[in-house]
């Protein structure tokens, strides 16, 4: 009898322990918001706006310049002034909307921006869109908004609590599509939950990317899938880190790859990275184009 109450006494108590392993889990604190904002025009975009615990705004890129007014109206509602905001490479759908705040703020107040910084050399690879690069620059160039330019991967900071490692930076050495191969990697966490940003990255960064020293943080719960889902990184990539769910900054001719000719029909690969989603095992999926706005908390 003895022995049976000691037995149900361990019993009780390590159900207690993992009850409170348990319980201790789900009161995990968010140390910030995330929206995936949805395109305001028809075309590529990249836009993600944060809120920390403490009520700063940081935004990651933004998206193209038309969208500008959308964008505005949604930080304005937010205070108008942004903490920190980070560019990962200057195509004009993802600088574009700070590529004319710059010009003309209207009241909006911005702290920091961050962004890996582009050669000459590198910036002439690519046109017309090295010229939308060059303008850029020459208005980042003229504001007295401090500017943090990554050169190396590696560097931790920490807003509120919001924390975030830029894994990725420009890369001169790859001059075949230099402008996405040169995109700014960015993981952001809290206590709740890690998101992978890849902005554009290409086959040749991806590769780079995980045979480098921040390999093992690549692994995440929410993942941006590279160029907006179709020719970004490869297969093998995806396969060989860990996460749970996908964001697609997706439109809808990116997504079903009708270029005009009818569903699939087009020459992007998006139907082969949403098969390897498959093939993971990816359930969850945030696309902005089906979705609209998403709320992360």
């Not at 998101?195 to 480098?212: C, H, R």
């Not at 995440?220 to 179709?230: I, P, R």
Request: hydrophobic share 35%.
């Amino acid at each position: 009898m003895l022995k049976k109450i000691m037995l149900a006494l361990v019993l009780l108590m390590s159900a207690g322990v993992m009850v409170s392993a348990k319980s201790n889990k789900s009161k995990k604190q968010s140390g910030f918001t995330m929206w995936q904002l949805p395109m305001q025009v028809g075309n590529i975009g990249n836009s993600y706006v944060f809120r920390t615990s403490g009520g700063k705004v940081i935004v990651f890129d933004g998206g193209w310049p038309a969208e500008q007014l959308y964008l505005r109206g949604f930080i304005a509602g937010l205070g108008n002034e942004v903490e920190a905001w980070f560019i990962s490479h200057p195509h004009d759908d993802h600088m574009g909307v700070l590529w004319q705040i710059l010009k003309d703020p209207q009241g909006m107040k911005i702290n920091h921006i961050y962004h890996s910084r582009f050669s000459p050399e590198l910036v002439e690879l690519e046109q017309p869109y090295g010229e939308y690069a060059k303008d850029f620059y020459a208005v980042l160039d003229t504001v007295s908004i401090p500017v943090t330019d990554f050169r190396e991967p590696g560097y931790t900071g920490k807003i509120d609590d919001f924390n975030f490692k830029i894994l990725g930076v420009v890369n001169e050495e790859f001059h075949t599509n230099p402008f996405n191969n040169s995109s700014m990697v960015m993981k952001v966490w809290d206590d709740k939950k890690s998101i992978l940003f890849l902005a554009d990255t290409g086959a040749e960064s991806g590769d780079k990317l995980l045979n480098g020293p921040y390999r093992d943080d690549l692994s995440c719960d929410y993942l941006q899938v590279a160029h907006h889902g179709q020719h970004g990184c490869k297969e093998d990539f995806y396969k060989s880190i860990d996460f749970r769910a996908c964001l697609w900054p997706s439109a809808y001719w990116i997504w079903t790859n009708d270029q005009g000719g009818g569903y699939n029909t087009g020459n992007l690969e998006t139907f082969e990275t949403r098969r390897w989603m498959d093939e993971i095992g990816i359930k969850e999926h945030h696309v902005s184009c089906l979705e609209g706005l998403f709320k992360l908390e």
